[in-house]
């Protein structure tokens, strides 16, 4: 079965250390994209790709960073430099064109120790 | 400052009766505007979705409807089912293919 599998589940960060949540795709998707929820709040786009080796910022791409060298992977790590990671990850993809996400992961839960 | 607002936090609804799930939106620029459902721990799932040329949309059990004029729309679900109980997230976009997401409605059907 096609999907997106994000790992690991449940992450826990030390206050100054980087930490890399993975995202992988068999769907064939061109485009993937990164989101956080906050409770209470609406998912907000972090980092989203529309081809391989080629990202652009969302509206809260501070303190996080991305890469694209393979179609089917879009790995985020969240920096130190992000005062606030506690939250739940999503990351998503969608077809060639289609720049609404139409699939996502299960999600990452990160805290901070 | 919001740009889509689903207002109720959770809704309940006996089986069996519609369920109607509201979501209103500030920008008159969106054109494109999605529902998504949520189980607990796990990602959205897309549900449908509904461009401003129309005004009505509906596949199966699930119906949209825009309001322009209103900036609202809503997702009605009829009959309603036990596994319909979720998180219900409205989402909004414009030319720039960027989604608004709205911060959710919790569907509870009760039996």
């Known amino acids: 079965d096609g999907g997106i599998t994000q790992s690991p589940k449940y992450l826990f960060r030390k206050e100054g250390q980087n930490v890399t949540l993975s995202c992988e795709q068999n769907l064939n998707h061109d485009a993937m994209y990164w989101y956080r929820q906050d409770p209470g709040q609406g998912l907000r786009l972090i980092y989203y790709?529309?081809?391989?080796?080629?990202?652009q910022k969302g509206d809260i791409a501070e303190g996080y960073s991305v890469s694209r060298e393979k179609k089917e992977s879009f790995p985020l790590t969240v920096t130190s430099a992000q005062k606030n990671p506690t939250a739940f990850y999503l990351c998503?993809?969608?077809?060639?064109?289609?720049?609404?996400?139409?699939?996502f992961g299960d999600g990452t839960r990160l805290s901070i120790l | 400052d919001q740009q889509v607002k689903q207002n109720s936090p959770s809704l309940s609804v006996q089986e069996g009766r519609i369920s109607i799930l509201n979501c209103d939106y500030t920008?008159?620029?969106?054109?494109?505007f999605l529902w998504y459902k949520k189980y607990p721990a796990e990602g959205p799932t897309f549900l449908i979705s509904?461009?401003?040329i129309k005004d009505k949309n509906e596949d199966g059990r699930f119906t949209v409807f825009l309001n322009k004029s209103a900036k609202h729309l809503s997702l009605h679900i009829v009959p309603s089912q036990p596994g319909d109980s979720a998180v219900y997230f409205c989402?909004?976009?414009?030319?720039?293919?960027?989604?608004?997401w709205g911060a959710g409605t919790k569907l509870i059907i009760k039996p």
């Open positions: 509904i461009s401003s």
């Open positions: 998503a993809s969608s077809t060639t064109g289609g720049k609404v996400p139409q699939h």
């Open positions: 989402a909004a976009s414009d030319s720039n293919y960027q989604l608004i």
């Open positions: 790709s529309q081809i391989v080796n080629d990202f």
């Open positions: 920008n008159s620029m969106f054109d494109y």
